[in-house]
């Protein structure tokens, strides 16, 4: 056992007297920290030596060597020569132009209030040099650079956005974790010199207040999830900051353990959910990571977009929106077109999503294309689509005699009615030139005085 390892052992043996104890009902029961619930809108990147091939998926190694997909097989055949390794990628993963400061400042015109970037996929490289990692990190091979401590430097420096780390417990391909697994998980070599050691190096050098767990396969008795859990809630250096998601283990953490309720990738339930969600989803329909072998019709616009953040906020969750950097550290022009569209719409319409609540309506009853947030007694109904009419009939909201409706960054009230036969309420648009209108892409009526 390492150094690194021996002061995590020691520091989980003080958890007996501490304020959470390494069960899953005594983990459940801490509160979230605050912070999250008010941010709303993340932005997550998936970068790593994945990137240099950039083709199919992040998965490209598994599917190569493990799956063994003829598309990526031929691939491989087609452009590089028969002796290549997947580690031969590596020296190629430079990150030439990767400027953290510009990241920090794009992230911070996409109105995203926090971000979360991959320490280390399920390929095991890590984007910082972890002391169990040899040279298969960022710092001693490819870049030679600390791209997390860059990156957390950056955005601690020039913003306000919250810091988060991505983590994957497991490797693909790692001897220590294939040996643990063909004994059904009896043995614990690769947690215990590897995947320990690496969670508390993160916490303890780069204090991300997000840590996004994945690559759980195997029982939470194996990785040991409780336990590093109540260390990290009692005792390390944000216990009281920290926000986790549910990937702990693969018998039963997911949707029901855990933090945040991440429960599987592009997670939108569509309705109210009792405990606190999140839909991570991509820019890129078909990949986390950026793979240059797609077309434009390939990632979602800014009206999908908006969709899944108004539908995701009204139901009570936060959403996370990937964006895959290049292996030369670019973000490329069609990710920042999306991010600086999702900026300019928050930009005016961030009142109806920062810090707000559900609603006791989600979707409308009787237009589909309207969502509901609320904050301090007034409701937000977020309109994804122009009606075709001058009148746009609500469902939900009930008119009292002292209702008022406005629409966020536009000046003036617009007149409204009761509607007599389906119990909402008709809103009068006058004709607003399109060069008028607050928003190009979804607009936001605020309701006052509504019951």
């Not at 493990?66 to 028969?82: D, H, I």
């Not at 209030?113 to 040279?135: A, D, I, M, P």
């Not at 430097?153 to 391909?173: C, K, M, P, Q, V």
């Not at 353990?257 to 599987?264: A, I, L, M, Q, R």
Request: charged fraction near 20%.
């Amino acid at each position: 056992m390492n150094l690194l390892s021996a002061i995590f052992f020691l520091s989980l043996s003080s958890l007996v007297s501490s304020q959470y104890q390494p069960t899953w009902e005594s983990l459940d029961a801490r509160p979230l920290p605050p912070w999250y619930d008010e941010a709303k809108f993340g932005i997550f990147m998936h970068w790593g030596v994945y990137s240099v091939p950039s083709f199919g998926s992040e998965w490209f190694w598994y599917n190569w060597k493990g799956r063994q997909r003829p598309e990526y097989v031929e691939f491989m055949k087609k452009n590089y020569p028969p002796t290549f390794e997947y580690t031969d990628f590596a020296p190629m993963f430079k990150a030439e132009f990767f400027d953290p400061v510009a990241w920090a400042k794009l992230l911070t015109q996409s109105g995203a209030r926090y971000v979360v970037l991959t320490s280390k996929h399920h390929e095991g490289w890590t984007n910082w040099r972890s002391n169990v990692s040899w040279n298969w990190n960022s710092v001693d091979n490819g870049p030679h650079r600390d791209l997390v401590g860059d990156l957390a430097d950056a955005i601690r420096s020039h913003t306000n956005i919250t810091f988060g780390l991505y983590h994957s417990l497991f490797e693909w391909f790692n001897p220590l974790y294939l040996k643990d697994s063909a004994k059904n998980f009896s043995t614990q070599d690769y947690v215990k010199q590897v995947c320990l050691p690496e969670l508390y190096d993160l916490i303890s050098t780069y204090k991300p207040e997000y840590l996004w767990s994945d690559g759980s396969h195997g029982p939470d008795t194996y990785w040991m999830s409780r336990e590093f859990l109540a260390w990290l809630y009692n005792d390390s250096p944000v216990k009281d900051t920290i926000v986790t998601n549910d990937r702990w283990c693969s018998n039963g953490c997911a949707c029901h353990h855990g933090g945040v309720y991440t429960c599987h990738d592009r997670y939108n339930p569509g309705k109210l959910q009792n405990h606190k969600w999140e839909n991570a989803l991509t820019v890129d329909k078909g990949s986390w990571g950026y793979r240059r072998n797609v077309d434009i019709n390939s990632y979602l616009d800014i009206n999908q977009l908006l969709y899944q953040l108004a539908s995701t906020v009204s139901c009570g969750g936060n959403m996370l929106l990937n964006v895959g950097p290049t292996a030369d550290g670019r973000i490329i022009p069609a990710f920042e077109e999306r991010l600086l569209q999702m900026g300019e719409w928050l930009s005016v319409n961030g009142e109806a999503i920062y810090s707000s609540k559900p609603w006791r309506a989600q979707n409308d009853t009787i237009n589909k294309n309207v969502w509901y947030t609320s904050k301090a007694g007034v409701v937000y109904a977020i309109l994804l689509e122009w009606p075709e009419t001058e009148e746009l009939t609500l469902g939900s909201p009930k008119a009292t005699d002292n209702t008022q409706v406005t629409m966020l960054g536009y000046e003036g009230k617009f007149v409204w009615k009761p509607d007599t036969s389906k119990g909402g309420m008709i809103i009068t648009l006058p004709g607003i030139p399109v060069n008028k209108l607050p928003s190009k892409w979804a607009w936001v009526f605020k309701l006052e005085k509504v019951l």
